[in-house]
């Protein structure tokens, strides 16, 4: 039976919260685990459906995996199969990523394309041209990507023509099992990149430059396995931080580097808001309303389009006339309808969302599309007069640990019921 979030909003926010590890660090590394037979191990993961989703994907190729709490172990002594079907990639496009891995161990990948995404198109040209240059053949019928390298992968200067997170991943597992020096250019610069090639290093191979669009990596024969604590969720944080804004409250935001947020900072500098650094932490307390900004995402450091949606969500009460721009996915402003059900003032034209403010939203029944789509709602929920009630909540479970309780305790009015109204599992109002 599906489950619905119950908010009853316009309750100030107050307290400390602590992110979960970053969903987006803890999937290329467990990917990352095929290319040795040996052990690696995972601290500090946050229990969501995605890492689950990817702990069967690797089974399904041969991994051992066990998973006690916040631990995850993954090991794989020898590749079983070279295949990711459809089911798995479509579950988690993540999946896709075990291509480079696959190849570089095994010689040989079939892998379905992921398709298209209520966020944009998603194509994947640029993983399958930096396997190529690396030697791979590579082929797509059907819907799936075959690939062989016969005789291996080969080092080699790998151009991408946009910093996709995504391929930088890729081609970095694949170059660390491939003996010799690749050179990375055009790199995505994010913070999981620079966590992945920590993890890389650690497992024999030599990796410069990660955080910065050139990498230098330099691939071994075989790889060792490796112990890996997980970064704190940037997105997670800025979830928090946004609704802390949107609701008028005060709220500290522990277990993640404020230098992972990038150009997100500056934002928050301009939005009206008093802000406190520590080295893991960020306090924000509002000062009774927000300001409208002028903002626009693109590859980290500059605003990350996964913070984009929340964003919206928050500026919608703040007074004057935002400006947000899409750069980087260009369908990522499917969830504003549903937000201006709320009462939002909300009008998009191609990459740009225009919010009028200050709205004085009004709690309503909302449908979420996606995971940070859902997010934004729960914000607005938050921030809203009245109870809303959210429904597709599972889109949350693959992204957000333990979000209901994160959030009542700062306060929220903030409960799970399965849409049978005989049967609930929590009132929160
Ligand atoms: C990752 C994140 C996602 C985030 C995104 C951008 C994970 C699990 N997901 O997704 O939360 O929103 O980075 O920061 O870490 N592109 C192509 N061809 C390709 C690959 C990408 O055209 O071969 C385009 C995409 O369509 C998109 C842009 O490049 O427009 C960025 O995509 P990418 O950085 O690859 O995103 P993901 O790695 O899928």
């Known amino acids: 039976m599906s489950e619905y979030i119950e908010i009853c909003g316009g309750v100030p926010l107050n307290g ?40 069967h994907l690797l089974e399904s190729l041969g991994a051992q995996v066990e998973q006690v709490g916040d631990r995850i172990k993954v090991r794989v002594p020898s590749l079983n199969a070279t295949e990711a079907s459809y089911s798995l990639v479509k579950a988690l496009r993540a999946s896709f990523w075990v291509l480079g891995p696959l190849l570089a161990r095994g010689r040989a990948a079939r892998v379905a394309l992921p398709g298209g995404d209520i966020i944009g198109a998603r194509p994947v040209d640029i993983h399958l041209a930096g396997l190529a240059r690396m030697g791979a053949e590579i082929q797509v019928k059907h819907g799936i990507v075959y690939a062989i390298a016969p005789r291996g992968l080969q080092a080699a200067k790998v151009d991408l023509r946009f910093p996709s997170v995504g391929a930088t991943h890729q081609i970095m597992m694949a170059a660390a099992l491939t003996p010799g020096e690749t050179v990375i250019t055009g790199a995505a610069r994010e913070p999981e990149v620079s966590a992945l090639a920590k993890m890389l290093c650690q497992m024999g191979s030599e990796i410069e430059g990660a955080g910065s669009s050139r990498i230098v990596v330099q691939g071994r024969e075989s790889l060792d396995g490796a112990k890996v604590r997980m970064i704190g969720d940037r997105i997670e944080a800025a979830t928090y931080l946004l609704a802390a804004a949107a609701s008028d409250g005060k709220v500290r935001v522990s277990g993640f580097l404020p230098s992972d947020l990038g150009a997100f900072l500056d934002v928050l500098g301009e939005i009206g808001v008093d802000l406190e650094q520590g080295p893991d932490w960020l306090e924000l307390r509002s000062t009774g309303e927000l300001r409208a900004v002028h903002a626009a995402t693109g590859p980290f450091p500059e605003l990350a389009t996964d913070i984009q949606v929340l964003l919206v969500a928050a500026l919608s009460v703040a007074r004057g006339e935002s400006r947000v721009e899409e750069n980087v996915f260009e369908g990522r402003f499917g969830y504003v309808a549903e937000l201006c059900r709320m009462g939002a003032q909300i009008k998009v034209k191609e990459r740009v969302a225009c919010i009028s403010g200050p709205a004085k939203l009004t709690g309503a029944p909302v449908e979420a599309m996606d995971i940070r789509g859902a997010a934004a709602l729960v914000i607005a929920a938050l921030a809203a007069e009245g109870i809303s009630r959210i429904y597709e909540a599972h889109h949350l479970r693959r992204g957000y640990a333990d979000l209901e309780g994160k959030f009542r305790a700062l306060g929220a009015r903030i409960g799970t019921k399965l849409v049978d109204p005989e049967d609930y599992a929590f009132t929160g109002c």
């Open 16 to 55: 400390e919260v602590r992110v979960s590890g970053a969903k987006n660090a803890v999937l290329p590394m467990m990917i990352a685990s095929l290319l040795t037979s040996e052990e690696c191990e995972f601290e500090n993961v946050p229990v969501l459906r995605d890492v689950s989703i990817t702990a």
